[in-house]
């Protein structure tokens, strides 16, 4: 019987990955939906708007509630290949950070 200490202590890599029933998520998703109403009168959310071009992306800063966590499981494409189990955390946008 050794008395050494591992050499390596991999625990230091077991990361809190959601499961279910009891298989660790593959993939991990965030879902974001919703929409936030703006005020036409509003000569601040006129701006908003126009800064927004087709095409380009932009940077925006929202409010979110989330909504649900839901997950699911894609069997493989045969008996020698695995299934994947992926964690969705879905969000409803309810503010826009201006």
Known sequence: MSTQAPAFDATIYDLP????DGLKADRLEIVVGGSVKL???SRTDLDLISD?????RATLTVEVVCVGK????TPGKDDDTPGT?????QLRVTA???
Do not use: N
């Open 17 to 20: 990955i959601p499961k279910v």
């Open 39 to 41: 005020d036409r009168t």
């Open 52 to 56: 927004f071009k087709v095409g380009e």
């Open 70 to 73: 839901p997950a699911t499981y």
């Open 85 to 89: 189990v992926t964690h969705r955390t």
């Open 96 to 98: 826009v950070q201006q």
